[in-house]
């Protein structure tokens, strides 16, 4: 079979697998169901390897294929097609995302076996899984936005998975308002481009922006700029990043699977997708790395205090989407996918063993109530701990080589871009310092109730179902969480999946090695064939190396810093708290991004649309318009009416009064 | 004779039937009027065949005729029904259609 070949049938089976679910929801029990979303999952894997594998057997120039299934329109200007590109860069996202989100659903079947959505659940992970593949694997825009607008909408689904708990229910609306925002962006900066190139195909788009575009054509840049507001709402970039953090208000393994892994790449996705139109527009790219670089030093602050489990790795997500944000909008390609995808293991396998420790905490989720989870869950902190040295660029795993090889890059393009690493090391620092104050509030020191409990017992207490982020007490029928409460360390799914993840953390780092090897870049070279930047972008092995030992040692000194505050002199934290008042209130605020998105858009339209119901509504709408329009048919059939009053006589007496009229009238004109 | 002559006796006989249609109440009478109106017309017609010299207008004035004998047929018809159900016989108290 040929490459597209294999990845239509990649795309195909989640959507098979999502329409089964759907249709014998009745008929099969749940277990099923589970199983069948989970084999649907692995089964596009596979096809994205047969995809990979055939790729890799054709000549290095001729590896860009595109497949159209048929034409929706081809009129004039509009070339709408059902139509996927195949080549390196999605071929690698669909290897990234079809192998981690198997991993996942294979976690899943653990983690939900209680749930009573369990079959819903797996439907709306396959049609997840589907529509990020629709993203990855579109040829033009018109599909890239589809695929763009059904992950939007399969996140919404997922983080309102718990339908009953309000603060999901918010949550899901906030996360889709923001993506709309952001799926607005995507139409207009299509719209934009489309004006000059005149084509929705990449590949003809991408040929034609040399003639159609000056370099930094305004058009271009306004263009771009549209795509970047797209890119970030997807990738959760301040300042559309507030949805990300109340997204975890979903199921774990959505968490790891959308809000870590695969649907917040999206962004990065498009950015390295786009190449030839940011390198013609280098303004608006600049633009992304700066916004890039904010966002993660603002997410890492904001990490270093929040005191839930999952809202720290979401934090440490958005930052980490930053330096690739960062990378690729400086256009580091190799450096950011890279990093994409090492990120996606390690923080996959980090968001299942935090879903393992809130399951063992009965769905509690603060920090404060956690410690020495160590001897209790020892596989768990076990892949705690490879995920969190992965995080914090400690070698061998896999974040190091990745995470300095953006950061090398940088330093070689030289100018602003050099300040920008220099933050970016800063944010190394403390990343490593939120990572590891995480683990060891979490797995060291005494033992608290639960883990005393699940070490002496070897079943976890099942505590009275509460609602983690107001304490309310919640049922467990469907729209809730489940009753019991699933760990790693008893379920082998899901051992099974962060087993396999923990390895990928620690080796996948090994594909790219300064001067070792380069794997990663060579694979992907023939999408960046027409990039002038893709091949000339070389750090010096001098460079690379120096870059390597300074992020390992801040990557040390971060795990230092964390151990003295938060194991050797426990008192010292709420100490510096006192110190640091301000900033601490700042950074516990998260920056009061929240505060001025409500005052400057929320509350404006709220009273905008106050103003239209209550004044305009009434006044213009009922009042002149209908009430006007009622009105005027009301006198003037009052007139008529008058004319209508049932004598024979009157009636023939007007008749003849008009002829007569009519008669004088020709009379008068003939003259 | 000149065709002025036969025209004013038409106009003169439309307007005795037109003012019996707006003056009387009694619809036999309406229905009488109505058919001195129509003939009214009729004579006009007769008149001008006559003056242009060819039968266009007879056969015109034929027409009406056989419309009048129509009509006739069913207003007398309709006043016969007034009798039956003891209605009025006037048509200022048939005035249900008003607005």
């Given at each position: 079979m040929s490459p597209t070949g294999w990845a239509w049938a990649c795309l195909l089976c989640p959507l098979v697998g999502t329409i089964l679910i759907g249709l014998t929801w009745r008929l099969l029990p749940s277990r099923i169901h589970g199983i069948l979303g989970t084999v649907a999952i692995f089964a596009a894997f596979v096809c994205a390897v047969g995809a990979f594998i055939g790729l890799e057997d054709r000549n290095e120039d001729r590896r860009q294929l595109v497949s159209v299934a048929w034409n929706y329109a081809n009129t004039v200007g509009i070339d709408a097609k059902l139509a996927i590109l195949v080549d390196p860069l999605s071929v690698f996202m669909m290897l990234v995302v079809s192998g981690v989100s198997a991993l996942i659903h294979l976690y899943s079947v653990g983690y939900m076996a209680s749930d009573r959505g369990y079959t819903r659940f797996f439907a709306y992970l396959n049609f997840f899984v589907f529509s990020m593949l629709l993203l990855v694997e579109a040829g033009n825009f018109f599909f890239l936005i589809v695929g763009w607008a059904f992950v939007g909408a399969a996140s919404y689904l997922l983080i309102s998975f718990w339908f009953r708990r309000t603060t999901a229910t918010q949550a899901g609306i906030k996360a889709f308002v923001i993506n709309v925002v952001g799926d607005v962006g995507l139409v207009l900066g299509t719209f934009f481009v489309f004006r000059g190139v005149g084509t929705l195909d990449f590949l003809a788009a991408f040929s034609q922006v040399g003639d159609a575009f000056s370099k930094n054509d305004p058009s271009l840049?306004?263009?771009?700029?549209?795509?970047?507001?797209?890119?970030?709402?997807?990738?959760?970039?301040?300042?559309?990043?507030?949805?990300?953090?109340?997204?975890?208000?979903?199921?774990?393994?959505?968490?790891?699977?959308?809000?870590?892994?695969?649907?917040?790449?999206?962004?990065?996705?498009?950015?390295?997708?786009?190449?030839?139109?940011?390198?013609?527009?280098?303004?608006?790219?600049?633009?992304?790395?700066?916004?890039?670089?904010?966002?993660?030093?603002?997410?890492?602050?904001i990490a270093l205090v929040v005191t839930d489990l999952k809202r720290v790795i979401a934090y440490s997500t958005m930052s980490q989407i930053g330096y690739m944000v960062m990378g690729v909008s400086s256009f580091a390609y190799a450096g950011g996918l890279f990093h994409l995808m090492t990120h996606a293991f390690f923080k996959a396998l980090l968001f299942m063993a935090a879903g393992s420790v809130i399951a063992a905490m009965a769905n509690v989720q603060n920090l404060d109530r956690m410690s020495g989870f160590r001897k209790a869950m020892p596989f768990t902190f076990a892949c705690m701990l490879v995920g969190g040295l992965a995080l914090s660029g400690i070698p061998p795993f896999a974040g190091f080589w990745s995470k300095d090889e953006v950061l090398a890059l940088l330093i070689d393009r030289g100018g602003g871009f050099v300040v920008l690493a220099v933050l970016g090391y800063v944010g190394a620092l403390m990343t490593a310092i939120y990572t590891f104050r995480m683990i060891f509030r979490a797995f060291y020191n005494e033992p608290n109730e639960e883990a005393r409990e699940l070490m002496e017992t070897g079943h976890v207490h099942h505590a009275e179902p509460v609602n983690p982020m107001t304490g309310e007490l919640e049922d467990t029928d469907v729209g809730f969480p489940g009753p019991e409460h699933h760990i790693a360390e008893q379920t082998g799914s899901m051992r099974l999946a962060m087993g396999a993840l923990a390895v990928l953390a620690t080796v996948g780092g090994l594909l790219q090695i300064p001067d070792v090897s380069s794997a990663l870049h060579d694979f992907l070279a023939p999408t960046f064939a027409d990039s002038s930047y893709y091949d000339d972008l070389e750090p010096s092995e001098s460079l690379s190396w120096a870059g390597l030992a300074v992020g390992m040692l801040l990557g040390l000194l971060g795990i230092f810093i964390a151990y003295r505050l938060w194991v050797a002199d426990r008192e010292r934290p709420a100490r510096i708290r006192q110190q640091l008042a301000p900033a601490y209130r700042f950074f516990v605020h998260k920056w009061y991004f929240d505060e001025a998105i409500d005052f400057l858009v929320v509350r404006p339209f709220a009273w905008f649309g106050r103003f239209a119901r209550n004044t305009f509504e009434r006044v213009v709408v009922n009042g002149a318009i209908v009430g006007g329009a009622a009105g005027a048919v009301r006198a003037g059939s009052a007139a008529v009416r008058a004319v209508q009053t049932g004598y024979v006589r009157y009636y023939a007496a007007l008749l003849l009064l008009g002829l007569a009229a009519l008669g004088l009238y020709f009379l008068i004109s003939a003259s | 004779m000149s065709v002025e002559w036969y025209l004013v006796v038409s106009a003169i006989v439309f307007s005795i039937g037109m003012s019996g249609v707006i003056v009387r109440r009694n619809p036999l009478v309406i229905l009488l009027c109505l058919e001195l109106m129509l003939n009214a017309g009729n004579l006009a017609l007769v008149a001008f065949a006559r003056m242009h010299g060819n039968q266009d207008g007879q056969i015109f004035a034929l027409i009406v005729m056989v419309v009048a004998a129509c009509e006739v047929a069913i207003g007398l018809g309709l006043i016969v029904a007034l009798y039956r159900r003891r209605l009025p016989i006037d048509v200022d108290e048939l005035r249900e259609l008003q607005g």
């Open positions: 840049v306004a263009g771009c700029l549209l795509l970047l507001v797209g890119a970030f709402a997807k990738s959760a970039q301040v300042p559309l990043h507030t949805w990300l953090p109340d997204a975890m208000e979903g199921p774990t393994p959505v968490s790891a699977l959308i809000h870590a892994a695969t649907m917040v790449t999206a962004g990065v996705y498009l950015i390295a997708r786009m190449h030839p139109l940011f390198e013609q527009a280098p303004t608006a790219a600049s633009v992304g790395a700066i916004l890039g670089c904010v966002t993660l030093l603002v997410a890492a602050t | -």
